[in-house]
């Protein structure tokens, strides 16, 4: 049996949709069942991460489980390590984890070092595991662009390896049903690495106005979200997101959704030609 949380969202549901048309039987691990996909094969449980007993109940016999990093929130790492022991005490075998690219302690985009804690804490407890450390979906890229067409962070000329949920949701779907992928790492990245001017080059051809990139520094970064009303840490890591492109950590292309799914994945053009 293999479990999915997630489902009601976007990277999820894809992937349950995919075990769903391939027959394989899943149980579905939501926090809301009203909001769960109705699909062929598929049970739905309900329990939240943290919740130890729910989750307890809602992954008994589940052998291999898709666990989703939880949405942002202060403290993460303490909610996924207590979901991640709660899924181990439950008897689950296997981990499939969604990380990001580069995740480290010290990352510049400090969401990923969440990822890296997390990854370690799997690891700690001795249970089967893949990690996916997906790189920035390739869906956002289209929504960083302003209503006056601009595209501002402090990304710099870095490259930008973004890749799509469905390429993403396609590679789990497989490493989730063979067993021969317990203790790999993937890196799941798009075809080619781009600069934000570049994409904002290709939105431009793409729907037929202009699109440019307008690099920030770090303090105008942080200076330009001062308003949002977002908590420190959120806004951090949207500004270390773009830091982190500069970087070049987000930068590598791997041939992992290649090699996984037997499809290349989709470049930006692709993707926005789709849209
Ligand atoms: N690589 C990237 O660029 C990137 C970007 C953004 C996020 N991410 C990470 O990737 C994950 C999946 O992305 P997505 O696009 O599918 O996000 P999404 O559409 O927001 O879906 C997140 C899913 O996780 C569930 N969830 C979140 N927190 C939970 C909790 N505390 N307990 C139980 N379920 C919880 C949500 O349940 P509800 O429907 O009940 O809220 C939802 O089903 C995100 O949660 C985030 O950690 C990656």
Known sequence: MIGVTGATGQLGSRIAGLLAKSGVPQRLVVRDPGRAPSLPGAEVAQAEYGDHAGL?????????????????????????????DAVVAAGVRRIVY????????DATFTFARDHWHTEQHIRSTGVDFTFLRDNIYLDFIPTLVASDGVIRGPAGDGRVAAVARDDVAAAAAR??????????????????????????????????????YEPETLDEAYRSRENYGAPAWEVAGWV??????????????????????????????????RM
């Open 56 to 84: 307890l109940t809602a992954l008994d016999g589940v052998d291999v489980l898709m666990l989703l990093s939880a949405t942002e929130v202060a403290d993460r790492v303490t909610l996924h390590q207590a979901t991640i």
């Open 240 to 273: 270390t997101s773009y830091a982190a492109m500069a970087s070049g950590e987000l930068s590598h292309v791997s041939p992992a959704i290649a090699t996984l799914t037997g499809h290349a994945p989709l470049s930006l053009e692709q993707y926005v030609a």
């Open 98 to 105: 969604t990380s990001f690219v580069a995740a480290a302690p």
């Open 175 to 212: 490493v989730l049903t063979d067993p021969s992928h317990a203790g790999a790492t993937y890196d799941l990245t798009g075809p080619s690495a781009f600069t934000l001017a570049e994409a904002a080059a290709i939105l431009t051809d793409a729907w037929g106005r202009k699109i440019r």
